[in-house]
Each structure stands twice: as structure tokens, then as C-alpha cells.
T-cell receptor, first 117, second 114 residues
Framework: AQKITQTQPGMFVQEKEAVTLDCTYD???????LFWYKQPSSGEMIFLIY??????QNATEGRYSLNFQKARKSANLVISASQLGDSAMYFC??????????????FGTGTRLQVTL | AAGVIQSPRHLIKEKRETATLKCYPI?????VYWYQQGPGQDPQFLIS???????DKGSIPDRFSAQQFSDYHSELNMSSLELGDSALYFC?????????????FGQGTRLTVV
């Protein structure tokens, strides 16, 4: 069974600072994908970044980067230069195995990020 | 770029009524997932379809059913609604072949049962 753990229920960061949101995972499948989503108060689930288990380099998308440490089974999201609009709930999710047609996205419990002035 | 379309965005129903939620996945995406997210909760997997066939089933009540049609759109049918069914319902579409790097959600349908 797949499991995603996000141990930070809430985080505060000052505007323009960087922040790291933690995510650890557990799976026995060698092929898996890790996703991060942002959910603002309006409710939509916005895809941020993806990391495949076989990817050699850490994924980056603009101000978002993923610190992927395969041996430690962690996939932390780093947001650089935080903005007030980054205040939201952030979910880490995993899909394993990647090649399976029946493999669902399993979510963590989320981290609520608050960006302050 | 086309996104996942869900309708309606908001729905208010009374107890014991029936609701139908619709999802139109991204073109060429072959897999659709349905999730239920209660207030302050993480999304819980309900059911998925691959190429119009049910591929996996999660914690979906027997009162709920879903299907995917020939045009790949999917519908979640909910009967005998209960107060506890009030939640945000998401549909996500994925291109499962290859690396599965695309996993996008619709804006959700907020169902309120009164």
C-alpha cells in the first residue's frame, strides 16, 4: 500500500523568504510519481510540480522546486521568494506504480502555508 | 490549454435526493479519477476509469455509482443523499501511458446536502 506523510499541519513564512514543505512517502513499487498540489481557499486543486522515481534531476517549475531524496523517501517542496498569493493548503500526492492503469493518486493530509508581510 | 471541466460548480440538494456530477477530462487523457474532500480533509479516492472501464474502487458508498462514456466524459451519480455527503467532489484526468506526468484536477463540484 502507498502512504504519504506530511508532518507539518501549518507553516508560516515571511514574504520574499523561501519555505520548505515536507513530504515523505512509502511504496514498494520501483516506479512511482510524486506530485504537489496547491489548494487556495477557493477550493480548486492546482498542479504545481511532478517528480518521477527514475528522474535523475530534481524537478523545478518557476519558484517551485522539489528536493527529491530517494533513499530517504522524501519529496519536499521548496517555494522560493514567497508571495502573499502563496497562502494556501499544499498537498503532496503519489501515484504508484506509474505504469499501472489502476493506480490512484494517494494524498497526504496537507500543510497550510500562511505568508506574512 | 484545455483543462478538466466539472459541472455543476455548486449544487444544493435535500436529504434523500439524487445528484449527478459531470466531468470532462483533458483530451487524450485516458484515465479519470473521482475524489471526495470533506471540510478540512484530504481528498479521498472514490473510483477510477481507464479507457471507459472501471479500473479501481476506493471508499465509494453503495449509494454512489459512476461511469465513463464513449466520449470519455464521466458522471458520478449519488442517490439517497445524506448530510455527510456534503463535500467538494473532484475529478482528475491522467494520461496513464508513459511517465504519467500529467495529473490535473477540475475545479470541483461543491455539494451541499440540507
Amino acid at each position: 500500500a502507498q502512504k504519504i506523510t506530511q508532518t507539518q499541519p501549518g507553516m508560516f513564512v515571511q514574504e520574499k523568504e523561501a519555505v520548505t514543505l515536507d513530504c515523505t512517502y512509502d511504496t514498494s513499487d520501483p516506479s512511482y510519481g510524486l506530485f504537489w498540489y496547491k489548494q487556495p481557499s477557493s477550493g480548486e486543486m492546482i498542479f504545481l510540480i511532478y517528480q518521477g522515481s527514475y528522474d535523475q534531476q530534481n524537478a523545478t517549475e518557476g519558484r517551485y522546486s522539489l528536493n527529491f531524496q530517494k533513499a530517504r523517501k522524501s519529496a519536499n517542496l521548496v517555494i522560493s521568494a514567497s508571495q502573499l498569493g502563496d497562502s494556501a493548503m499544499y498537498f503532496c500526492a503519489m501515484r504508484a506504480p506509474l505504469t499501472g492503469t489502476a493506480s490512484k493518486l494517494t494524498f497526504g493530509t496537507g500543510t497550510r502555508l500562511q505568508v506574512t508581510l | 490549454a484545455a483543462g478538466v471541466i466539472q459541472s455543476p460548480r455548486h449544487l444544493i440538494k435535500e436529504k434523500r435526493e439524487t445528484a449527478t456530477l459531470k466531468c470532462y477530462p483533458i483530451p487524450r487523457h485516458d484515465t479519470v479519477y473521482w475524489y471526495q474532500q470533506g471540510p478540512g480533509q484530504d481528498p479521498q479516492f472514490l473510483i477510477s476509469f481507464y479507457e471507459k472501464m472501471q479500473s479501481d474502487k476506493g471508499s465509494i458508498p453503495d449509494r454512489f455509482s459512476a461511469q465513463q462514456f464513449s466520449d470519455y466524459h464521466s458522471e458520478l451519480n449519488m442517490s439517497s443523499l445524506e448530510l455527510g455527503d456534503s463535500a467538494l467532489y473532484f475529478c482528475a484526468s491522467i494520461k496513464s501511458q508513459g511517465l504519467g506526468t500529467e495529473a490535473f484536477f477540475g475545479q470541483g463540484t461543491r455539494l451541499t446536502v440540507v
